[in-house]
């Protein structure tokens, strides 16, 4: 090539980039439906023995829709795609970070093939990711987002970006609160080997955007449905309905404050102490 | 013409039974028989297909709530904080068969719910309306009200099921002015406002009865419950007749006196009781509609069924849940809501049919208000042939008086003894003795209704009240003074006898026993049902 002409830059086919389209035709499903039945469902029954709650909010719900959660583990995946009914099942994309989940070949694949994962940027602004799911929600499948960008690093919940709210009212489609609760026991961020806990998957009465909301507002209302839906896990439905007419919720962030105290505030929740309790001392 | 989901659904009517026409479907308990019925003579009602459903049950509801009916503010005007709030449903008897989650009575609970939430009201119980039937079990309450509500409420001891023989629990309310006394729940009558939360399968159901009823016990209910008063309901399920209706009316009078507020919502349902599709949809088409795919599903269902023993028969039916639909919810002051309710019930299940008939036959089904997940006993046969079915018509019956019933069930000679340990006894003591209901109230009831084993068996067990079976038959008290003869096809023979009917093992042998009644070549009238319909004989 001339020394006067610049090369084109080399195209890149990972992170952001990497094209998911062969993912989403019929072998491809075929294969992904096998994985969720024939494997993820048996190993969440073993591993995570959920409790799944308020699928009949889902009962009036009808074409594509965006489930959103909070996101605590690599196990919420796998446990959404085997708790979220029928007819999303089957036609469902996960957004998963671009840098995370399509930094290498194999990953990628095996990413889009077996949680149908699309690629989501979360370190730069970019219009592509959400122009490439806003056309897949137009051609009929349903969204599993983590609004919150990531997983807990630390057992409390993260304050939820807008992602989920923008591609809601950009769509016309409704959104999914829901709430995953237990599945920090099981693969909290920094383990690598699962342990078995119970979790709870509650499903939230689907929220439209109202005609005059802008994605900030109704993330605010996002944000609250699913913090509803801790307190309805963690208490009862009653109670929770109770304390978001009062707005006195307990908070999915957690208490402000340095780290020990909102450890100590977690109390036992994330699992990270594993009481060993001996009968007898060893000798 | 077309509403977009499903063709539009044809009203019920009348056929005229002719050499073509094919062999008729008739219930028979949990399994069916195929009738040919005499052509030239014969007629069947069919029921009209189901309406469709609300496309928003949610937001139908939250609009009824806050447009109420009547003399009535929006709920949420009637909520504040530090109130007392009943909010009493419909129990187990209701719908049959059991609808598809979400029930109805769930959608409207959290409907209310949301609503006092919002206004902080924080002092809510939740009562099953159960009146003297079996207490419902924590696997139906759940269904009938849902996991969440279930949840929130019944650890805490604020959901359960109505004790009508709790001393502390219940109250007399005042008199009628026909000396009635009206006995009602104490906690409802001391709250500030009373929800009600109905579920109007048949035109009987709903208005003044769903708390002058539901929320009694034998103290109340013995004014109207008795033989006099269903003798002169004709029909039970026509309101402005029904002596039955007028007794509970004037107990709403004396409760709405006694200053307890009730704020009524009834939602009514379409009649798809088998599914537009699926293995029962066969049932609710038309026979000569039948495709050669039905015919086959039906003879393999009927081979299955015959090979069964009668419990594993009964166990499969009673997996079955409806699916349907809400066609309609109102809601505020309990007379202006149940007019409205009336009228969207007769919408669904209204058949005008001319004239009456010499000979009715129907097939009886596997289910009855006071059978769910429970055994259809001789008894419950008699309920639902004669006091139930034979009830389903306004203006006149629709066999002429003295005309011959003919019902299709197997009538076994079983009994739930959880769930009907009086009936037990009442089967073989009272009706051993006689069968005129005149009689048996007289000499049987009150022991009955006073034995302290029934009534520990109805507060601390899933029994019914040691009463309830005398009601069953004094529910058929009209049709069997009506009739001059009842024949069972299919039936138990002894069991048959033992409830004063006469056994047939074909329905042509039935139709010669009649004629002995009626006279030869009588006129036969068939009614299909379920789905259910309800004559308007003129």
């Known amino acids: 090539m001339p020394l006067g002409i610049a090369p084109p830059p080399e195209r890149r086919r990972l992170g952001a980039d990497y094209d998911t389209a062969w993912a989403r035709r019929y072998p491809a499903r075929l294969a992904r439906a096998a994985i969720v039945e024939g494997v993820m469902r048996p190993v969440m029954a073993v591993v995570a023995d959920p409790t799944r709650a308020g699928v009949d909010r889902l009962d009036g719900l009808d074409g594509p829709a965006v489930f959103a959660a909070n996101h605590h583990s ?27 989940f399509f930094a290498s070949r194999a990953g990628s694949a095996l990413s889009a093939l077996a949680i149908g994962a699309v690629p989501v940027e979360r370190t730069r602004v970019s219009r592509d990711s959400g122009d490439r799911i806003a056309e897949l929600i137009g051609e009929g499948w349903s969204l599993l987002i983590y609004p919150e960008g990531g997983r807990s690093p630390d057992g409390w919940g993260q304050e939820f970006r807008g992602g989920a709210a923008y591609l809601a009212i950009r769509c016309g489609v409704p959104v999914v609160p829901v709430h995953v609760a237990g599945t920090g026991r099981i693969l909290r961020k920094g383990r690598n080997l699962p342990r078995r806990a119970k979790t709870t998957v509650t499903f939230g009465t689907p929220l439209a955007p109202h005609s005059d909301e802008n994605a900030r507002a109704f993330n605010e209302r996002l944000e609250a449905a699913v913090t509803g839906l801790a307190d309805e896990t963690a208490t009862d439905w009653w109670e929770a309905r109770r304390r978001t007419r009062d707005g006195s919720s307990p908070n999915l962030t957690g208490p402000a404050g340095g780290a020990w105290r909102r450890a100590w505030a977690l109390g036992d929740r994330d699992g990270r102490t594993r009481r060993r309790r001996r009968r007898w001392p060893e000798l | 013409m077309t509403n977009g989901r499903h063709p539009a659904p044809r009203p019920g009517f009348v056929l005229d039974v002719d050499r073509n026409t094919p062999p008729i479907l008739f219930h028979h308990g949990p399994g069916f028989r195929l009738e040919k019925l ?127 023989e709790d001393p502390d629990g219940m109250v007399i309310l005042g008199e009628t002015p026909h000396g009635e006394d009206v006995h009602f729940c104490r906690r409802a009558a001391e709250s500030d406002l009373v929800v009600y939360v109905n579920i109007n399968l048949v035109s009987m159901d709903g208005g003044h009865k769903s708390t002058a009823t539901g929320l009694a016990g034998y103290t109340g209910l013995r004014h109207h419950h008795n033989v006099h008063t269903l003798r002169n309901s004709k029909s039970l399920m026509d309101r402005k007749n029904s002596a039955l209706h007028a007794s509970n009316w004037r107990m709403g009078s004396v409760i709405r006196d006694a200053g307890v507020k009730i704020f009524q919502i009834e939602t009514t349902v379409n009649n798809d009781t088998f ?41 499969i039916f009673d997996t079955w849940q409806a699916p349907y639909q809400m066609t309609s919810v109102q809601a505020g002051e309990v007379e202006a809501v149940h007019e409205v309710t009336t009228d969207n019930v007769y919408a669904q299940q209204l058949v005008p049919v001319e004239g009456q008939t010499d000979v009715l036959t129907m097939g009886l089904p596997y289910i009855c208000p006071y059978n769910v997940n429970s055994i259809m006993n001789p008894i419950l046969v008699m309920c639902l042939g004669l006091g139930y079915f034979f009830n389903l018509y306004r203006g006149r019956p629709l066999v002429r008086e003295g005309g011959v019933l003919v ?68 529910w058929g008290s009209h049709a069997l003074e009506h009739l001059g003869r009842v024949i069972i096809v299919g039936g138990d023979p002894a069991a048959v006898r033992r409830l004063g009917f006469q056994p047939a093992s074909t329905l042509s042998d039935a139709l ?27």
Not at chain 2, 39 to 58: F, K, M, Q, T
Not at chain 2, 515 to 532: A, C, E, R, W
């Open chain 1, 74 to 100: 690599h196990a919420d995946t796998p446990l959404l795609m085997t708790s979220i009914p029928e007819p999303w099942r089957h036609q469902l994309v996960v957004a998963a970070a671009a840098d995370y």
């Open chain 2, 38 to 164: 005499p052509a030239g003579r014969s007629r069947v009602i069919y029921p009209a297909e189901p309406l469709e459903g609300l496309p928003d049950p949610e937001a139908a509801i939250r609009h009824a709530l806050l447009n109420p009916l009547g003399d009535s503010a929006p709920l949420p005007a009637l909520l504040r904080p530090g109130m007392k709030l009943t909010i009493a449903f419909d129990d187990i008897s209701l719908p049959l068969p059991p609808m598809r989650r979400p029930d109805i009575r769930q959608r409207v609970i959290e409907a209310v719910l949301d609503l006092a939430a919002d206004a902080g009201v924080d002092d809510v119980h939740l009562i099953a309306a159960l009146a003297i039937h079996r207490r419902m079990t924590e696997d139906e309450l759940r269904h009938a009200v849902g996991d969440r509500v279930y949840d929130a409420f019944a650890p805490k001891g604020l959901l359960y099921n109505l004790d009508a």
């Open chain 2, 275 to 315: 599914g537009r599709e699926g293995p029962l949809a066969l049932l609710q088409k038309r026979e000569w509609e039948w495709t050669g795919r039905d015919r086959a599903q039906f003879l393999a269902m009927r081979a299955g069924l015959d090979v069964l023993p009668s419990n594993t028969r009964r166990k």
């Open chain 2, 407 to 474: 019902m299709s069930h197997p009538t076994p000679w079983e009994f739930h003894p959880v769930h009907h340990p009086s009936y037990i006894d009442f089967f073989e003591q009272v009706l051993a003795d006689t069968t005129d209901p005149v009689e048996i109230e007289r000499r049987y009831e009150k022991q009955f209704a006073e034995d302290e084993w029934y009534i520990h068996l109805y507060r601390t067990s899933y029994a019914y009240h040691g009463v309830h079976p005398f009601y069953m038959w004094y």
């Open chain 2, 512 to 538: 010669e026993m009649a004629s002995d009644v009626v006279g030869p070549q009588p006129t036969i009238t068939h009614m299909k049902n379920p789905p259910l319909l309800m004559a308007d004989v003129t």
